[in-house]
Structure formats: structure tokens, C-alpha cells
């Protein structure tokens, strides 16, 4: 069975509960105590899909200002972006759009992209409305969750399940122009742990052998 | 009270010039417990400025050992929306004056005026940026008479400094573009509260560095702070909490959580065996309930204990570096205030709530530090290192009466040389916060008292109330103890000679006494 690695970014605006929706996904648990991210965390969780395994190294970035200028180092070498929003906020849906923009100008290869609408639960102060949100999804090729970090109903694991079949697909389009994506035909990089993952620097040097999908099949929008 | 002779008093150690815990290696820099103030007070506006922004040590250190080119520390290039100019906020905040709480308006709420010590932080175009006890959006006109008072002096080439009104000092910093005041009922004096002021504006810095601070005002005087502040707020609150509890800012030095100096040092060489040959790794810090375990540094390359009282505020007030490994930037104000560096923040295992932070200048090596961690890890519980740790951090400090010194309540003690200190565990009648703190601000008092600059002493002996104090300082050590109220001072003195015999004889366990390097 094949088995794939790849990296994921988690963008979006401070306070959309970015943290919050990954947390969930790990611990299977709702944290309320948690500090804003300083920086950026690092995960990684492995998925089984029946068509093979995935795992994924996920980098949570913060979200506030201070660190915009620090989020390339994350998403230059993703495979995945999941772009997290607050259904409770427009503004950070609005967001998002610059998010998109910011990607297709800097990022060259292949990604896919993945929609979260978040804090589906406050339902009362709902102000972005699904049909919204799963239009833009798709004028950007990407497919749109909602989820609820405090009372999950699956939407959290939709995502990561998401993200992993998208990632499964892209390796499949693509055979031989892999760049950071890493696929094996056995579960021994799993199990081993001294497999270990490139620094993101030896990477780089890869940039230029990437493949062009999803977001490059569409025009640059500026630069 | 205050004794400046000390018939005899230097017969009470046994080798007189070998203090205990002293040693001619150090990984920190030693310094004079007011040399912030000092700087403050001698040097003109202009002056500071220009030392505040010559040296970078980051690209120094990227310079002396990477072929790579440095990486830029770019900020993010949005330009500032456009804020509602003041006036507008001014008409509100008169509106709302009628009103009597808290939320709307704290100079007409009692227990707001009644706190014992406020912080406020300001720009110089007099934008609110931070206020301790309320949102400091509601303090507008409060920020604008401060502004007002600062410009004015600096109007005549002048710095005002602090005033005094009864009980109550009010205390200015300025700062680079930033304005910090204090209004303290607090026993503390002004130099005391400038190093206060001080660390809170370095906490400012660790956050954006001083370039991006310098470099908002430039491009926009009338910038809002509070949007690059948002969600530092915290480390600002904690840092002034921590401030409140610990003597290790005043006293400008670092405890040391206690081990056996075997088990220490099987601890620095797993670190520098496994960390050695990852470039540009400046510092490996290992931190148990905010004790230093270890610390390895570049050769070199020195840390200051204000640097990391800073990054001791950051790990006790992050609760998010708890569960997973964390690439975190972080400005250390004395060692580069214009450069992050890059910190690999995690805890060593669920079992073992003791936090690592690898500290390096280049960005792209997380992925070497994590399998570095990893390794670290199993090699510290192999050797029961995790063991050790989990033991130590368990275990209640040890008091006074244990030592066998049953009128001695509590003391702090300082090693000049290495800037660590020492202190036991808090034993009745410290036992509630308020009796705590109140024992620091009797410290804090005597504190001052040593180091005034105007009047230095060398001993005090003072009986208050409800306890009897002794202050000594030397050229090796400070000391600060607690007495019974009704100790007699052959007594005192007595014990004094016993303790430091105790801690000469723990000081491999108590103090670390060298200084490992990659």
C-alpha cells in the first residue's frame, strides 16, 4: 500500500480558533484554556484512507499581525492549506480572499486547498452563510467545511480527511514531479522513525522542479 | 536601624573571600543591581537612543558562522489603516463621565483609584497602548494629561522623572517613542520602579524588537501599538504579577532549581553532545518551575538574567507551548534588541513538565532541533535525568528550621559573581500571598537602602514590628534575611555564620558552578 507524506499550512486571522480546530482533531478534546499561538506549532498526525495511509506535518501559525511577515516560512513548502475562518466574523472570512491572493503571488507549485469555516456552533451570530463561503470555495478550487471546535459533530475530522485525500489525489495526477511531497509504496517511513523529515531549507532547492496544479491552473492575479 | 559599622561581622565566614556558590565561570552576565537605572538617569535622551540602536549581535552571529545570506527580519509591510483621530475618542470619553463604573469610566471607580500600583503605557503622540488595571481605551484624557506633563518638561530640555504625593510616587520612563508611567502606593522606590518601568518596556521589545518599534512611529507618529501588542497583553500582566512575587528581578539574578551537580552535569553534556554540531544554536535553556536547570551557551556568547527573567515570563505565561513543540520568535532585548531569534519551545515529556528552548539565529533548522529534542528526551530518561528533575521540582523547598536555624524565618542570598541567588522555602507566618508580599517590599526597602546611590551601606540591622531584618551585602554576595522580631543581634549574627556555612557545604546542589558550552 502506498504511503504519503506531506506538509500543511493552517492560515487565517487571529482568533478564528485555528488552534482550537486542530487541538480537537489531536486531543479529541476542547480546550478553552489555550494561549494565542506564539509563532508557530508544529504536528504531525498520521490519516488512513482506504486508498492508503497519509501523514501529514501540520504547522498552526499564529494569527496575529506581528507575525504575517513569518507565515512564507510555513506555506512555501506546504502541499495543504487550510484556511480557517470565523462564521461569526465576516471580516475574517474577507480575510481569507487576501490569504488566496497572498499564495497564488508567492507560491508556485501545486497546493490544495482546503476551507474552514469555523464556530459553526453560534449559530444565532452567524454572518458569512454557507452558499457564500461554498461559492468562493469553489471559484478557488477548494473544497469547504464547517466545523465547531467546542461541540464537534465530524466536521473537524472531514477536514483532516480532506486534506489527506486531497494530498492522495495530487500524488496520483503527478508522478514525477513530486516536490516536498513524499510518497512511499510501503508503511516502512512510518514506522521508522529515523525517517526523518527535510528542514524546509533543503527543500527550497526543490522549489524549481514543483508541478503546477490547482492554484497555478488559474491566471496570476498581480506581479 | 540602620548600623553601618559591623564590628566583627567579617570573622562570621570561615575563608573569608570565598563566598559560597561563587565561581569564575558564569554563563550570565553579572551586573549591578541598578545598572538600568543608572543609564537611565546618566545619559541624555540622545545618547540612549544612539546605544540602544548600534550593536546587533544576531547578524554578528550570522555573519561569524553561516555562508548563507542572513535572513531579513521583514516586518509586515500592510500599511497602518487609518485611526479615528482623537478628538473623536475625547468626545466620548467626556460623554460617558456622568457614568460610575468600572467599564465606562475608572476615575470614578474606588476600587480602580485604591489599586496599590498602576502601569500605563503610552505613545508619545499620547495614544493609549496599555493600562493594568482597566482597558486603556477608557483612560484617553488620564494618557493625555501624562503626555502633556512629559512634553512640557521636555519642552525646557528637561526629563521629568517622578513625582511625589503622599504616599503615592508617580514614575516616568520615556522610552524610544514610547512613554511608561507609574502611580505606586507601593514601598518602592523610584529606582526600583524605573527598573519596573524598564522591563516592561524590554517585554515591548522581545515582542516587535526595538527596529519594528522604532519604525512604526517613524512611518506613522500617530500609530496605534495596540494592533501589533494584541494577544502580548498577557505577558505584560503576568511579567508585572511575577514582578510583584519574585526578588529575582530587583535582585537582578536567577535561581537555580537544586540537583545533584552530577546530575546537572549529565544533563549540559547530553545537551551538548546532541545539540554540538547543529550550527548557529546560541543557547540550549532548560527551565523547571521557572528554576534554571541548565543552560548552554556559544562561546562567546553570554545571557543576560534580565533576558531570561523575559523568557522565564514567556514560558510561565504560555500555556500553549504545553502540548506541542513551538517555533516561536523572540527578541532578546540585551543580547540584540533588533533581531528575533528563533525559539524551539517544548516540554520534555508529559511525565516531566520541564521546558526546553533551543534558541538559534537561523530559521530554517526546526526540523534538525525537533529530532535533537526527540533525542535529548530519551537519552535524560535513560540516565534518570527526567527522574532527577521530576524530584526536585516535587519536592517543597526546604525551609530555615530544617537547615537548624529556628530564628531565622526566611533570606535571600546572592552570588555576585554568578548573578544566581537563593532562597528557601516560605514558612509561617508567609504563608498567605499578602504576608509574601509584603516580606519582598521589606526586601525591596532594604534593597534600596544598600544600593542608594546617594548614601550605600553596607550592613543594616533594623527590628520592625513584626519581624527583625539584616541586610549585608560584600563584594561577593548580597544578603537579605528575616529574623524573629525579638532576635538579639549576637544571635543574628550567629546564625548568619551557620547559614552560610550551610550553603558553602550545598552550593554544588544550589548554584550551578560552571558553564557549559557547545
Known amino acids: 500500500m502506498k504511503t504519503i507524506e506531506g506538509k500543511v499550512v493552517i492560515l487565517g486571522a487571529q482568533g478564528v480558533g485555528k488552534t482550537m480546530v486542530i487541538c480537537r482533531y489531536i486531543t479529541k478534546m476542547f480546550n478553552r484554556r489555550i494561549s494565542p499561538t506564539i509563532g508557530a506549532a508544529f504536528y504531525t498526525c498520521n490519516i488512513n484512507l482506504e486508498r492508503g495511509k497519509v501523514k501529514l506535518q501540520i504547522w498552526d501559525t499564529a494569527g496575529q499581525e506581528r507575525f504575517r511577515s513569518m507565515a512564507p516560512m510555513y506555506y512555501r513548502n506546504a502541499n495543504v492549506a487550510l484556511l480557517v475562518f470565523d462564521l461569526t466574523k465576516h471580516s475574517s472570512f474577507n480575510e481569507i480572499k487576501s490569504w488566496v491572493m497572498e499564495l497564488k503571488r508567492n507560491v508556485d507549485k501545486t497546493m490544495v486547498l482546503v476551507l474552514v469555516g469555523n464556530k459553526s456552533d453560534l449559530v444565532s451570530q452567524r454572518t458569512v452563510d454557507a452558499e457564500e463561503a461554498s461559492q468562493y470555495a469553489t471559484s478557488i478550487g477548494a473544497s469547504y467545511h464547517e466545523t465547531s471546535a467546542v461541540c464537534d459533530d465530524g466536521g473537524v475530522e472531514s477536514v483532516f480527511v480532506a486534506a489527506a485525500a486531497g494530498l492522495y489525489d495530487l500524488s496520483e495526477e503527478n508522478h514525477e514531479h513530486l516536490n516536498s511531497l513524499r510518497i512511499n509504496d510501503s508503511i516502512r517511513s512510518i514506522l521508522n522513525s529515523d525517517d526523518q523529515p527535510a528542514s524546509p531549507s533543503s527543500e527550497d532547492c526543490l522549489a524549481d522542479r514543483s508541478i503546477a496544479h490547482g492554484i497555478h491552473e488559474k491566471p496570476h492575479m498581480c506581479c | ?377 530519551e537519552k535524560l530518561r535513560r540516565t534518570n535525568c527526567l527522574e532527577a528533575i521530576n524530584e526536585s521540582m516535587n519536592k517543597a523547598s526546604i525551609t530555615t528550621a530544617e537547615i537548624g536555624l529556628p530564628e531565622m524565618r526566611h533570606v535571600l542570598y546572592k552570588c555576585k559573581s554568578t548573578a544566581q541567588f537563593w532562597s528557601p522555602g516560605f514558612q509561617p507566618p508567609y504563608t498567605t500571598d499578602e504576608e509574601i508580599e509584603r516580606l519582598l517590599g521589606l526586601y525591596q526597602c532594604l534593597h534600596h537602602r544598600l544600593h542608594a546611590p546617594n548614601r550605600p551601606l553596607k550592613l543594616i540591622f533594623q527590628q520592625l514590628d513584626k519581624e527583625t531584618m539584616l541586610a549585608w551585602v560584600t563584594s561577593g554576595f548580597e544578603l537579605y534575611l528575616t529574623f524573629e522580631p525579638l532576635v538579639t543581634k549576637p544571635d543574628a549574627i550567629n546564625s548568619v555564620s551557620k547559614l552560610l556555612k550551610w550553603i558553602k557545604k550545598e552550593e554544588e546542589r544550589l548554584f550551578i558552578l560552571n558553564s557549559p558550552t557547545f
Not at chain 2, 483621530?85 to 483609584?113: A, F, G, H, K, V
Not at chain 2, 483612560?139 to 522623572?161: E, H, K, P, W, Y
Not at chain 2, 505577558?235 to 526578588?247: C, S, V
Not at chain 2, 513551538?326 to 540584540?336: A, G, N, Q
Request: charged share 20%; with cysteine.
Open chain 2, 1 to 377: 536601624m540602620a548600623n553601618p559599622e559591623a564590628p566583627g561581622v567579617d570573622d562570621v565566614i570561615a575563608e573569608p573571600g570565598i563566598e559560597p556558590g561563587a565561581s569564575a565561570e558564569t554563563m550570565l552576565v553579572t551586573t549591578d543591581s541598578f545598572e538600568e537605572y543608572e543609564q537611565e538617569m546618566s545619559n541624555s535622551i540622545d545618547d540612549r537612543q544612539m546605544k540602544e540602536s548600534t550593536t546587533s549581535t544576531i547578524s554578528e552571529l550570522q555573519e561569524d558562522i553561516r555562508e548563507a545570506p542572513p535572513t531579513p527580519t521583514a516586518v509586515s509591510p500592510t500599511e497602518p489603516k487609518p485611526e479615528p483621530p482623537d478628538d473623536l475618542e475625547l468626545e466620548d470619553n467626556t460623554q460617558q463621565l456622568s457614568l460610575n463604573s468600572l467599564e465606562i469610566d475608572p476615575l470614578r471607580n474606588t476600587t480602580w483609584l485604591a489599586q496599590r500600583k498602576h502601569i500605563f503605557i503610552l505613545s508619545q503622540a499620547g495614544k493609549p497602548i496599555y493600562s493594568r488595571h482597566s482597558s486603556e481605551d477608557k483612560l484617553v484624557t488620564l494618557m493625555g494629561v501624562m503626555q502633556a506633563l512629559v512634553s512640557f518638561v521636555q519642552a525646557g530640555n528637561d526629563m521629568i522623572r517622578s513625582v511625589h504625593a503622599g504616599d503615592t510616587n508617580f514614575v516616568f520612563v520615556v522610552k524610544g517613542p514610547l512613554i511608561l508611567v507609574t502611580v505606586s502606593k507601593t514601598l518602592e522606590s523610584v529606582p526600583q520602579l524605573v527598573l519596573q518601568l524598564t522591563y516592561v518596556y524590554n517585554q515591548i521589545v522581545s515582542v516587535l524588537t526595538q527596529s519594528q518599534l522604532t519604525r512604526v512611529y517613524e512611518q506613522r507618529r500617530n500609530f496605534d501599538l495596540r494592533r501589533l501588542l494584541t494577544g502580548s497583553e498577557r505577558l505584560i500582566d503576568h511579567l508585572l504579577n511575577f514582578m510583584d512575587k519574585e526578588p529575582a528581578f530587583f535582585l537582578g539574578a536567577i535561581k537555580c532549581l537544586p540537583l545533584l551537580p552530577s546530575m546537572r552535569d549529565a544533563i549540559s553534556q547530553t545537551i551538548v553532545q546532541t545539540c554540538g554540531k547543529i550550527k548557529n544554536l546560541v543557547f540550549a535553556i532548560l527551565l523547571a518551575n521557572n528554576q534554571l536547570v541548565t543552560l548552554v551557551r556559544m562561546k562567546k556568547y553570554f545571557i543576560h538574567p534580565a533576558d531570561l527573567h523575559l523568557i522565564q515570563n514567556l514560558v510561565a505565561s504560555s500555556e500553549s507551548f504545553k502540548t506541542v513543540e513551538s517555533w516561536t520568535p523572540i527578541c532578546l532585548p540585551k543580547f540584540d534588541s533588533n533581531g528575533f531569534m528563533h525559539g524551539h519551545v517544548s516540554y520534555l515529556a508529559e511525565d516531566c513538565q520541564a521546558c526546553l528552548l533551543l534558541l538559534t539565529v537561523d530559521k530554517d533548522v526546526f526540523y534538525s532541533l525537533s529530532d535533537a529534542k526527540q533525542k535529548i528526551v
